[in-house]
Protein backbone atom coordinates (compact mmCIF):
# COMPACT_ATOMS: atom_id res chain seq x y z
CA UNK A 1 0.00 0.00 0.00
CA UNK A 2 1.54 3.21 -0.63
CA UNK A 3 2.42 5.60 1.71
CA UNK A 4 -0.35 8.19 3.05
CA UNK A 5 0.69 11.72 2.01
CA UNK A 6 0.58 14.22 4.38
CA UNK A 7 1.06 17.99 3.84
CA UNK A 8 1.48 20.64 6.17
CA UNK A 9 -0.84 23.54 5.46
CA UNK A 10 -1.06 26.89 7.78
CA UNK A 11 -3.89 26.76 10.64
CA UNK A 12 -4.45 23.02 10.45
CA UNK A 13 -2.77 20.45 12.51
CA UNK A 14 -3.89 17.72 10.29
CA UNK A 15 -4.62 17.82 6.38
CA UNK A 16 -3.90 14.01 5.28
CA UNK A 17 -4.26 13.75 1.11
CA UNK A 18 -5.35 10.46 -0.70
CA UNK A 19 -6.90 8.51 3.11
CA UNK A 20 -7.26 4.84 2.15
CA UNK A 21 -10.83 3.27 1.74
CA UNK A 22 -12.26 0.33 0.12
CA UNK A 23 -15.07 -0.32 -1.94
CA UNK A 24 -18.25 -2.30 -1.02
CA UNK A 25 -21.51 -2.69 -2.96
CA UNK A 26 -23.14 0.38 -1.06
CA UNK A 27 -27.00 0.58 0.29
CA UNK A 28 -27.79 -1.31 -2.62
CA UNK A 29 -25.13 -4.52 -2.49
CA UNK A 30 -28.25 -7.00 -3.01
CA UNK A 31 -30.52 -4.99 -5.37
CA UNK A 32 -30.71 -1.66 -7.12
CA UNK A 33 -34.17 -1.29 -8.15
CA UNK A 34 -35.46 2.21 -10.21
CA UNK A 35 -38.94 3.39 -9.29
CA UNK A 36 -40.69 5.97 -12.04
CA UNK A 37 -43.23 7.69 -9.77
CA UNK A 38 -46.07 9.95 -11.08
CA UNK A 39 -45.77 13.50 -10.40
CA UNK A 40 -48.99 13.43 -8.13
CA UNK A 41 -48.16 9.77 -6.74
CA UNK A 42 -48.15 10.58 -2.81
CA UNK A 43 -47.81 7.44 -1.45
CA UNK A 44 -45.68 5.05 -3.33
CA UNK A 45 -42.58 5.92 -1.99
CA UNK A 46 -44.08 5.71 1.11
CA UNK A 47 -45.01 2.21 0.81
CA UNK A 48 -41.51 0.94 -1.09
CA UNK A 49 -40.18 2.31 2.36
CA UNK A 50 -41.65 0.01 3.88
CA UNK A 51 -41.83 -3.05 1.83
CA UNK A 52 -38.11 -2.79 1.11
CA UNK A 53 -36.81 -2.92 4.71
CA UNK A 54 -33.57 -5.32 4.81
CA UNK A 55 -29.85 -5.11 4.18
CA UNK A 56 -28.59 -4.71 0.53
CA UNK A 57 -31.90 -3.32 -1.40
CA UNK A 58 -32.45 -0.14 -2.52
CA UNK A 59 -34.91 1.63 -5.29
CA UNK A 60 -34.16 4.44 -6.56
CA UNK A 61 -36.96 7.12 -7.75
CA UNK A 62 -37.52 9.28 -10.51
CA UNK A 63 -40.72 11.49 -11.30
CA UNK A 64 -42.80 11.58 -14.59
CA UNK A 65 -45.01 14.47 -15.48
CA UNK A 66 -48.59 14.15 -15.44
CA UNK A 67 -51.81 15.56 -15.22
CA UNK A 68 -54.04 14.58 -12.08
CA UNK A 69 -57.38 13.95 -13.86
CA UNK A 70 -57.63 9.94 -14.20
CA UNK A 71 -58.78 9.38 -17.81
CA UNK A 72 -57.41 7.01 -20.78
CA UNK A 73 -56.70 10.51 -22.48
CA UNK A 74 -54.11 11.76 -19.85
CA UNK A 75 -53.02 8.20 -19.32
CA UNK A 76 -51.81 7.39 -22.66
CA UNK A 77 -50.12 10.40 -22.64
CA UNK A 78 -47.79 9.47 -19.89
CA UNK A 79 -46.11 7.30 -22.98
CA UNK A 80 -43.91 10.03 -24.30
CA UNK A 81 -41.77 10.74 -20.82
CA UNK A 82 -41.47 6.96 -20.27
CA UNK A 83 -37.74 6.71 -21.74
CA UNK A 84 -36.93 10.02 -20.26
CA UNK A 85 -37.77 8.99 -16.45
CA UNK A 86 -35.81 5.64 -16.70
CA UNK A 87 -32.90 7.41 -17.84
CA UNK A 88 -32.43 9.94 -15.17
CA UNK A 89 -32.02 7.32 -12.43
CA UNK A 90 -28.71 6.45 -11.66
CA UNK A 91 -27.09 7.36 -15.48
CA UNK A 92 -24.56 4.98 -15.96
CA UNK A 93 -25.56 2.84 -13.30
CA UNK A 94 -26.91 -0.81 -13.81
CA UNK A 95 -30.18 -1.46 -12.39
CA UNK A 96 -31.76 -4.39 -11.50
CA UNK A 97 -35.04 -3.62 -12.07
CA UNK A 98 -37.08 -0.78 -13.55
CA UNK A 99 -41.08 -0.39 -12.22
CA UNK A 100 -43.44 1.95 -13.78
CA UNK A 101 -45.86 3.16 -10.93
CA UNK A 102 -49.32 3.77 -12.27
CA UNK A 103 -51.72 1.15 -12.61
CA UNK A 104 -54.43 2.25 -15.07
CA UNK A 105 -51.72 3.75 -17.79
CA UNK A 106 -50.02 0.17 -18.21
CA UNK A 107 -53.65 -0.82 -19.12
CA UNK A 108 -54.32 2.02 -21.53
CA UNK A 109 -50.94 2.11 -22.87
CA UNK A 110 -50.20 -1.63 -22.72
CA UNK A 111 -46.87 -3.60 -20.42
CA UNK A 112 -45.26 -4.41 -24.09
CA UNK A 113 -45.54 -0.33 -25.09
CA UNK A 114 -44.01 0.35 -21.42
CA UNK A 115 -41.46 -1.85 -21.82
CA UNK A 116 -40.32 -0.67 -25.04
CA UNK A 117 -40.26 2.99 -23.92
CA UNK A 118 -37.89 2.00 -20.82
CA UNK A 119 -35.93 -0.46 -22.71
CA UNK A 120 -35.29 2.77 -24.76
CA UNK A 121 -33.27 4.45 -21.94
CA UNK A 122 -32.63 0.75 -20.39
CA UNK A 123 -31.77 -1.64 -22.71
CA UNK A 124 -32.42 -5.32 -21.46
CA UNK A 125 -33.28 -4.30 -18.22
CA UNK A 126 -35.92 -6.39 -15.90
CA UNK A 127 -39.06 -4.19 -16.26
CA UNK A 128 -42.52 -4.01 -14.23
CA UNK A 129 -46.06 -2.62 -13.46
CA UNK A 130 -48.08 -2.81 -11.19
CA UNK A 131 -50.43 -4.67 -13.58
CA UNK A 132 -47.72 -7.04 -14.39
CA UNK A 133 -47.30 -7.77 -11.01
CA UNK A 134 -50.82 -8.46 -10.29
CA UNK A 135 -50.32 -10.85 -12.60
CA UNK A 136 -47.26 -12.60 -11.59
CA UNK A 137 -48.54 -12.62 -7.83
CA UNK A 138 -52.06 -14.20 -8.64
CA UNK A 139 -49.75 -16.78 -10.47
CA UNK A 140 -47.91 -17.43 -7.07
CA UNK A 141 -50.89 -16.90 -4.81
CA UNK A 142 -53.09 -19.64 -7.20
CA UNK A 143 -55.86 -16.67 -7.90
CA UNK A 144 -57.76 -16.36 -10.29
CA UNK A 145 -61.05 -14.56 -9.65
CA UNK A 146 -60.61 -11.55 -8.33
CA UNK A 147 -62.01 -8.36 -6.20
CA UNK A 148 -61.35 -5.61 -7.91
CA UNK A 149 -61.37 -2.19 -5.87
CA UNK A 150 -60.08 1.46 -7.78
CA UNK A 151 -60.70 4.77 -7.57
CA UNK A 152 -61.63 5.58 -11.38
CA UNK A 153 -64.03 6.55 -13.06
CA UNK A 154 -66.19 3.64 -15.51
CA UNK A 155 -64.05 4.25 -18.70
CA UNK A 156 -61.10 3.13 -16.77
CA UNK A 157 -62.51 0.33 -15.19
CA UNK A 158 -63.94 -1.24 -17.68
CA UNK A 159 -60.74 -0.86 -19.82
CA UNK A 160 -59.10 -2.65 -16.91
CA UNK A 161 -61.72 -5.16 -16.36
CA UNK A 162 -61.11 -6.58 -19.92
CA UNK A 163 -57.50 -5.99 -20.08
CA UNK A 164 -57.61 -8.48 -17.27
CA UNK A 165 -60.05 -11.23 -18.57
CA UNK A 166 -58.27 -10.89 -21.88
CA UNK A 167 -55.16 -12.15 -19.65
CA UNK A 168 -56.97 -14.84 -17.90
CA UNK A 169 -58.22 -13.31 -15.10
CA UNK A 170 -61.92 -13.11 -14.24
CA UNK A 171 -63.05 -9.75 -12.76
CA UNK A 172 -66.84 -10.81 -11.43
CA UNK A 173 -66.76 -8.18 -8.50
CA UNK A 174 -66.17 -4.56 -9.25
CA UNK A 175 -65.89 -1.31 -6.72
CA UNK A 176 -64.75 2.22 -7.11
CA UNK A 177 -64.75 5.20 -5.12
CA UNK A 178 -65.32 6.92 -8.41
CA UNK A 179 -62.90 9.90 -7.80
CA UNK A 180 -60.63 11.18 -10.91
CA UNK A 181 -58.62 13.75 -8.73
CA UNK A 182 -55.21 11.78 -7.82
CA UNK A 183 -54.28 13.92 -5.71
CA UNK A 184 -57.50 13.26 -3.27
CA UNK A 185 -57.53 10.00 -4.10
CA UNK A 186 -53.98 10.06 -2.42
CA UNK A 187 -55.91 11.29 0.87
CA UNK A 188 -58.99 8.21 0.54
CA UNK A 189 -58.36 7.14 4.71
CA UNK A 190 -57.33 3.56 5.24
CA UNK A 191 -60.59 2.90 7.16
CA UNK A 192 -62.41 3.96 4.05
CA UNK A 193 -60.07 1.09 1.80
CA UNK A 194 -60.36 -1.15 4.35
CA UNK A 195 -64.33 -1.40 4.67
CA UNK A 196 -64.41 -1.31 0.52
CA UNK A 197 -62.05 -4.10 0.56
CA UNK A 198 -63.82 -6.15 3.28
CA UNK A 199 -67.37 -6.09 1.41
CA UNK A 200 -65.77 -6.86 -2.11
CA UNK A 201 -63.80 -9.56 -0.69
CA UNK A 202 -66.27 -11.21 1.06
CA UNK A 203 -68.27 -12.20 -2.19
CA UNK A 204 -68.34 -16.01 -2.48
CA UNK A 205 -67.07 -15.64 -6.77
CA UNK A 206 -64.10 -14.52 -5.85
CA UNK A 207 -60.64 -15.84 -4.65
CA UNK A 208 -58.28 -13.05 -4.21
CA UNK A 209 -58.43 -8.73 -3.82
CA UNK A 210 -56.47 -6.58 -6.08
CA UNK A 211 -56.76 -2.92 -4.49
CA UNK A 212 -55.74 -0.84 -7.58
CA UNK A 213 -54.15 2.58 -7.65
CA UNK A 214 -50.21 3.15 -6.55
CA UNK A 215 -52.01 6.38 -4.38
CA UNK A 216 -53.83 3.96 -2.70
CA UNK A 217 -52.56 3.32 0.61
CA UNK A 218 -53.12 -0.61 1.55
CA UNK A 219 -49.63 -2.30 2.80
CA UNK A 220 -50.21 -1.72 6.06
CA UNK A 221 -53.81 -3.10 5.96
CA UNK A 222 -53.04 -5.97 3.83
CA UNK A 223 -52.34 -9.18 6.18
CA UNK A 224 -55.24 -7.99 8.72
CA UNK A 225 -57.82 -7.55 5.50
CA UNK A 226 -56.39 -11.37 4.52
CA UNK A 227 -56.74 -12.75 8.30
CA UNK A 228 -60.46 -11.74 8.22
CA UNK A 229 -61.35 -13.02 4.71
CA UNK A 230 -59.53 -15.94 4.24
CA UNK A 231 -58.36 -15.03 1.22
CA UNK A 232 -54.86 -13.58 -0.35
CA UNK A 233 -55.13 -9.22 -0.67
CA UNK A 234 -52.55 -7.42 -2.59
CA UNK A 235 -52.50 -3.95 -4.21
CA UNK A 236 -50.91 -1.62 -6.70
CA UNK A 237 -48.14 -1.01 -4.59
CA UNK A 238 -47.87 -3.99 -2.76
CA UNK A 239 -47.27 -6.73 -5.62
CA UNK A 240 -44.87 -4.08 -7.57
CA UNK A 241 -43.14 -4.26 -4.55
CA UNK A 242 -42.69 -7.99 -4.47
CA UNK A 243 -42.25 -8.37 -7.94
CA UNK A 244 -39.24 -6.11 -7.92
CA UNK A 245 -38.03 -8.00 -4.79
CA UNK A 246 -38.59 -11.67 -7.05
CA UNK A 247 -37.39 -9.93 -10.63
CA UNK A 248 -34.23 -8.60 -8.76
CA UNK A 249 -33.32 -12.16 -6.87
CA UNK A 250 -34.07 -11.55 -3.50
CA UNK A 251 -36.43 -14.73 -2.78
CA UNK A 252 -36.81 -14.88 0.50
CA UNK A 253 -40.14 -15.06 2.27
CA UNK A 254 -40.90 -11.30 4.96
CA UNK A 255 -43.40 -11.72 7.42
CA UNK A 256 -45.93 -9.04 8.36
CA UNK A 257 -46.67 -7.85 5.12
CA UNK A 258 -49.47 -10.55 3.83
CA UNK A 259 -49.75 -13.77 2.11
CA UNK A 260 -47.77 -12.64 -1.57
CA UNK A 261 -44.12 -11.63 0.47
CA UNK A 262 -44.39 -14.85 1.97
CA UNK A 263 -44.48 -16.98 -1.13
Given at each position: ????????????????K????????????????????????????H?????????????????????P???????????????????????????????????????????????????????????T???????A??????G????????????????????????????????????????????????????????????????????????????????????????????????????????????????????????
Open positions: MAAVESIETPGLLVNRHMPFELDGGVAARARIGLIVLATDHTIEEFRQLMQMPGVAYYATRIENAEINPTTLAAMEQGLAGAARVILPGIPLDVVAYGCTSASVVIGEEKVFERIHEARPGVKCTPITALQGLKALGKRIALLTPYIDSVNNRFKTYLEARGIEVPVVGSFNHEDDNEVACISTQSIYAAALELGRHPSVDAVFVSCTSLRVAAIADSLERELGKPVTSSNHAMAWHCLRLAGITEPIEGWGRLFRV
